[in-house]
């Protein structure tokens, strides 16, 4: 299975503790593997703060594709994190090049991340999804280069084989399958109907979610998968309406564009979605289409977030972009970057080896350093020989020694006649 085949399998995996739409890693239990990313010894001896760094930064998201959607605020998270860093002159410059991932039918990612890696950068962000992370991942950590995904959830990456160099502010899609599978059994629903993608993201959270229903006193009745690029859906609609569920899951991307109007009929506040394509749909359906549908999506909620949406559209106003609709992983692809400035400079160095030694501390995931939530905070700290705990836009982060978030926040959403999404929990 060529670059499938690098997941080790075998290795323990977290417990989730899910409580309500709040999924948390606490960190007593964890077992964590052999693989593990590379980090300074208490002491802090490897580290060596310097100034005047310059730090080469690409993008590999979602420009084209089947997640298209997910790349507007993510590209904006990282353009307003890389403008703050520059506007702080703390020390650290970022000298940014944005890249196109595609999906695994377009593979854009095969000529993007070529591109990037010979324009000499140290540190990646992307993919937005799990799978075509995968088809990249061993050409970039290979190469001593960070891949740092803002949304990548695919439990394999906890015991893949990276060398150290792979990262991620979202949580695995073990937390938010928990959450998806309670949240359908309490409101109800008995049995259970799952259309989902067949990829790495796809299937994993199909899993999860059936475990999670199951022990709820739920059954599966139906799963039917699909592939990228396919633009039929009436034969897995057909099977899955057959067996009658109470609910149904849609686990897919762009598609659920089509999929949807092939479940005409069906109780729309019967059907969940996931991070996948939580969005929003007020110009794609009839009013009305999606009324009481949820869905999940990892992160806090952006409507709490001080004044970061502002700063959002503030940036992409500015950049000539266009409105943002959703914030899907914005916050997450904000930090990913914050967090690698904060690494390069208690590192002093722009080295992927040496970044990657100390994203683990800057995040507070050994250390015991200092609480900061601003990249400006924390670069002073920094400066002044302290170790430091950033807690960023998208949560604690905390990173164990896998680079997995181990602790995260999960969503959960409600569709109104607008076709439009608001958090409930």
Known sequence: MSVFSKATAGRSRPRAIVLGGIALLGASALVLSGCASGGSDDSGSSSKPAGDLTLKLGTALPQTGNLAFLGPPEEAGVGLAVKEVNDADLGIKIDLTLGDSGDSDNKAYATEVPRLLSAGVTAIIGAASSGVSKLFIDEVTGAGVIQFSPANTSADFTTWDDNGLYWRTAPSDVL???????????????????????????????????????????????????????????????AVKA??????????????????????????????????????????????????????????????????TDRLQAFVKDEGGEELKDYSYAAESYDAVILLALAALQAGS??????????????????????????????????????????????????DENGDPTEATIGIYQYDENNKYARIN
Do not use: H, R, W
């Open 176 to 238: 938010q399958g928990e959450v998806l599978g309670n949240l359908i059994a309490e409101d109800g629903n008995a049995t259970l109907g799952i259309i989902y993608l067949n990829d790495s993201y796809g299937t994993g959270l199909a899993k999860f979610t059936k475990e999670a229903f199951e022990s709820a006193g739920g059954e599966v009745v139906a799963e039917q998968s699909y592939n990228t690029g396919d633009t039929s859906f009436d034969a897995q609609i057909s």
């Open 243 to 308: 067996e009658n569920p109470d609910a149904i899951a849609l686990i897919a991307f762009e598609e659920t564009k089509t999929i949807v109007p092939g479940l005409a009929g069906f109780p729309t506040d019967k059907m969940y979605f996931v991070d996948g394509n939580l969005a929003d749909y007020s110009a794609d359906f009839a009013p009305g289409t999606l009324t009481g549908a949820k869905g999940t999506l990892p992160g806090l909620d952006t409507a709490k977030l001080g004044d970061f």
């Open 350 to 399: 722009t080295e992927g080896a040496d970044m990657a030694a100390e994203l683990q501390s800057v995040s507070g995931g050994k250390d015991k350093g200092e609480k900061v939530t601003t990249f400006e905070e924390a670069a002073k700290a920094i400066a002044d020989g302290k170790k430091i705990d950033y807690d960023g836009n998208s949560g604690p982060i905390t990173f």
